[in-house]
Structure formats: C-alpha cells, structure tokens
C-alpha cells in the first residue's frame, strides 16, 4: 500500500501564504502524476493542482497564479505553495499519486491536512 504523508497544514490569514509537502517512503514517485486535491463539507473533492511525470502542471481556474505545484522526484516528495491565500481556499488538503489510465488507473491518497484562512 502507498503512504502519502502530508504536513504543513494550519491556520494563516487571508493575503498570507503556505507552504505543503507530500512526501512518500514507500517508492519513487517518478513514473505516477502527483496532484493536490482539497474537500471542504458539502462539496466535492476538487483537484487543486497536479504535476505529470515529466513537470507538465494544470491548475484549478480558482488557484492559478496564486498556487505552485512543484515536485523532487530524487526525494520524492511533491510540494504545493500556496500565495495570496484566501477564506474560500479554506479546505482540508489531500495528497495524490496516480498512475494508469481507464481501469487500469490507480490512485493514492495521503490523509489530509487542515488549511484555515480567516479574513
């Protein structure tokens, strides 16, 4: 079973900034598309930012520009920096790791971490 451990969660006001890492020890992350998604209560799990193998980025519209996905796959990890931050991007965030495609696909998930933004 994969292990995606996230940390950095936490509470900051609107305009400050934030700054995630997912890490696994289980493997490389190199061959899987890494991604942050986010869940706040009533709504859908959302994808917020995801990094391919070879460093191509998509962005929810919501964070662009304000969010930077970035990945080392030598230390595996995935790190998500979040700028300019604002009440509604107040989620719990969850870290991916996806391989494969149709029925073949695979995801993994770490248990999320709280992020908090008061205006």
């Known amino acids: 079973q994969e292990q995606l451990v996230e940390s950095g969660g936490g509470s900051v006001q609107a305009g400050g900034s934030l700054r995630f890492p997912c890490t696994t020890s289980?493997?490389?992350?190199?061959?899987?598309?890494m991604g942050w998604y986010r869940h706040t209560p009533g709504k859908q799990r959302e994808l917020v930012a995801a990094i391919t193998s070879d460093g191509d980025t998509n962005y929810s519209e919501s964070v662009k520009g304000r969010f930077t996905i970035s990945r080392d796959n030598a230390k595996s990890t995935v790190d998500l920096q979040m700028n300019s931050l604002k009440p509604e991007d107040t989620a719990t965030y969850y870290c991916?790791?996806?391989?494969?495609?149709?029925?073949?696909?695979?995801?993994?998930w770490g248990k999320g971490t709280l992020v908090t933004v008061s205006s």
């Open positions: 991916n790791a996806r391989i494969g495609i149709g029925i073949g696909r695979m995801d993994y």
């Open positions: 289980r493997r490389s992350i190199i061959p899987y598309t």
